[in-house]
Protein backbone atom coordinates (compact mmCIF):
# COMPACT_ATOMS: atom_id res chain seq x y z
CA UNK A 1 0.00 0.00 0.00
CA UNK A 2 1.10 3.45 -0.78
CA UNK A 3 1.76 6.22 2.13
CA UNK A 4 2.78 9.71 1.74
CA UNK A 5 4.61 10.71 4.45
CA UNK A 6 6.00 13.96 5.83
CA UNK A 7 9.68 13.39 6.98
CA UNK A 8 11.67 15.93 7.92
CA UNK A 9 9.64 18.62 5.49
CA UNK A 10 9.60 16.69 2.75
CA UNK A 11 6.55 14.66 1.45
CA UNK A 12 7.67 11.03 0.90
CA UNK A 13 5.80 8.34 -1.09
CA UNK A 14 6.32 4.75 0.50
CA UNK A 15 4.84 1.48 -0.43
CA UNK A 16 4.58 -0.93 2.35
CA UNK A 17 2.53 -2.76 4.14
CA UNK A 18 0.84 -0.99 6.62
CA UNK A 19 1.02 -2.46 9.83
CA UNK A 20 5.26 -2.27 9.14
CA UNK A 21 6.89 -0.03 12.02
CA UNK A 22 8.17 3.39 11.08
CA UNK A 23 11.34 2.15 12.43
CA UNK A 24 11.32 0.49 9.23
CA UNK A 25 10.08 2.85 6.86
CA UNK A 26 12.47 5.22 7.90
CA UNK A 27 15.74 3.32 7.77
CA UNK A 28 15.33 0.69 5.09
CA UNK A 29 12.90 2.39 2.80
CA UNK A 30 13.83 5.97 3.01
CA UNK A 31 17.20 5.55 4.40
CA UNK A 32 17.28 7.97 7.20
CA UNK A 33 20.06 6.00 8.97
CA UNK A 34 19.54 8.60 12.23
CA UNK A 35 17.01 6.60 13.68
CA UNK A 36 18.28 4.06 15.55
CA UNK A 37 17.22 0.06 16.34
CA UNK A 38 17.21 -1.08 19.84
CA UNK A 39 14.78 -3.43 21.48
CA UNK A 40 12.22 -3.11 18.74
CA UNK A 41 9.19 -3.30 21.67
CA UNK A 42 9.54 0.29 22.93
CA UNK A 43 11.75 -0.11 26.33
CA UNK A 44 15.01 1.12 25.31
CA UNK A 45 13.81 4.37 23.58
CA UNK A 46 16.74 4.43 20.69
CA UNK A 47 14.12 4.79 17.97
CA UNK A 48 12.58 7.85 19.19
CA UNK A 49 11.28 10.23 16.35
CA UNK A 50 8.97 13.16 16.84
CA UNK A 51 5.46 13.07 15.53
CA UNK A 52 4.11 16.76 14.81
CA UNK A 53 6.77 17.76 17.65
CA UNK A 54 6.01 15.19 20.49
CA UNK A 55 8.86 11.82 21.18
CA UNK A 56 7.28 8.66 20.29
CA UNK A 57 8.67 5.06 19.72
CA UNK A 58 9.49 4.62 15.82
CA UNK A 59 9.88 0.94 16.47
CA UNK A 60 5.89 0.69 17.90
CA UNK A 61 4.53 3.21 15.55
CA UNK A 62 2.81 1.66 12.23
CA UNK A 63 3.17 3.68 9.21
CA UNK A 64 -0.34 3.26 8.58
CA UNK A 65 -0.95 5.66 11.92
CA UNK A 66 1.08 8.77 10.82
CA UNK A 67 -1.16 9.94 7.92
CA UNK A 68 -0.20 13.38 7.17
CA UNK A 69 1.53 14.45 10.67
CA UNK A 70 4.77 15.85 10.53
CA UNK A 71 7.57 13.16 11.19
CA UNK A 72 11.13 14.11 12.51
CA UNK A 73 14.20 12.55 12.44
CA UNK A 74 17.69 12.75 14.01
CA UNK A 75 18.65 14.13 9.97
CA UNK A 76 15.56 16.68 10.27
CA UNK A 77 16.42 18.45 13.41
CA UNK A 78 18.98 20.69 11.24
CA UNK A 79 21.10 19.49 8.31
CA UNK A 80 23.70 20.61 8.94
CA UNK A 81 24.24 19.97 12.78
CA UNK A 82 23.44 23.58 14.27
CA UNK A 83 20.90 22.29 16.37
CA UNK A 84 21.55 22.98 19.89
CA UNK A 85 20.91 20.10 21.14
CA UNK A 86 23.49 18.44 18.14
CA UNK A 87 26.24 21.06 19.14
CA UNK A 88 25.92 20.44 22.55
CA UNK A 89 26.00 16.38 22.55
CA UNK A 90 28.85 17.61 21.14
CA UNK A 91 30.41 19.71 22.86
CA UNK A 92 30.05 18.08 25.97
CA UNK A 93 31.15 15.07 24.37
CA UNK A 94 28.17 12.63 25.66
CA UNK A 95 28.46 9.40 23.04
CA UNK A 96 30.12 6.80 24.24
CA UNK A 97 28.96 3.55 22.16
CA UNK A 98 26.46 5.50 20.55
CA UNK A 99 23.66 3.14 20.78
CA UNK A 100 21.07 5.22 22.64
CA UNK A 101 22.37 8.69 21.61
CA UNK A 102 19.91 9.40 18.53
CA UNK A 103 16.75 8.79 20.91
CA UNK A 104 18.30 10.71 23.64
CA UNK A 105 18.63 14.09 21.67
CA UNK A 106 15.21 13.17 20.12
CA UNK A 107 13.61 13.13 23.62
CA UNK A 108 16.00 16.24 24.60
CA UNK A 109 14.85 18.03 21.65
CA UNK A 110 11.17 17.28 22.30
CA UNK A 111 11.55 18.42 25.93
CA UNK A 112 13.02 21.71 25.04
CA UNK A 113 10.65 22.91 22.56
CA UNK A 114 8.32 22.58 25.48
CA UNK A 115 10.33 23.26 28.45
CA UNK A 116 12.77 25.79 27.52
CA UNK A 117 14.49 25.86 30.63
CA UNK A 118 14.24 22.50 32.06
CA UNK A 119 15.00 21.58 35.68
CA UNK A 120 17.00 18.33 36.75
CA UNK A 121 13.75 17.03 37.61
CA UNK A 122 12.39 17.80 33.87
CA UNK A 123 15.05 16.40 32.36
CA UNK A 124 14.89 13.00 34.40
CA UNK A 125 11.10 12.91 33.55
CA UNK A 126 11.18 13.33 30.32
CA UNK A 127 14.42 11.30 29.39
CA UNK A 128 13.76 8.04 31.66
CA UNK A 129 12.37 6.02 29.03
CA UNK A 130 15.96 6.55 27.15
CA UNK A 131 18.48 3.50 28.32
CA UNK A 132 22.00 4.48 28.09
CA UNK A 133 24.10 1.43 28.09
CA UNK A 134 27.62 3.12 29.13
CA UNK A 135 25.77 5.20 31.75
CA UNK A 136 26.71 8.65 30.31
CA UNK A 137 23.19 9.86 32.08
CA UNK A 138 25.50 12.75 33.66
CA UNK A 139 26.92 14.05 30.49
CA UNK A 140 23.39 13.73 29.04
CA UNK A 141 22.14 16.09 31.61
CA UNK A 142 24.18 18.51 31.42
CA UNK A 143 24.33 18.57 27.50
CA UNK A 144 20.32 19.24 28.04
CA UNK A 145 20.98 22.17 30.05
CA UNK A 146 24.04 23.61 27.63
CA UNK A 147 21.06 22.87 24.60
CA UNK A 148 18.57 24.97 26.72
CA UNK A 149 21.52 27.77 27.29
CA UNK A 150 22.18 27.26 23.49
CA UNK A 151 18.82 27.86 22.85
CA UNK A 152 17.85 31.22 24.64
CA UNK A 153 21.50 32.45 23.99
CA UNK A 154 20.16 32.28 19.82
CA UNK A 155 16.68 33.74 20.90
CA UNK A 156 17.92 36.67 22.60
CA UNK A 157 20.53 37.22 19.95
CA UNK A 158 17.41 37.07 16.97
CA UNK A 159 15.30 39.51 19.11
CA UNK A 160 18.19 41.82 19.69
CA UNK A 161 18.61 41.86 15.95
CA UNK A 162 15.12 42.44 15.41
CA UNK A 163 14.99 45.30 17.22
CA UNK A 164 18.06 46.59 15.72
CA UNK A 165 16.16 46.59 12.42
Not at 130 to 154: P, W
Amino acid sequence: MAFKLNVNGQTRTVDVPGDMPLLWVLRDVLDLKGTKYGCGVGQCAACTVHLNGKAIYACLTPVSSVGTQAVTTLEGLSADGTHPVQIAWQDIDVPQCGYCQAGQMMSAAALLAKTPKPTDKDIDAAMNRNLCRCGTYVRIRKAVHKAAELTTSASARTVQTASKE
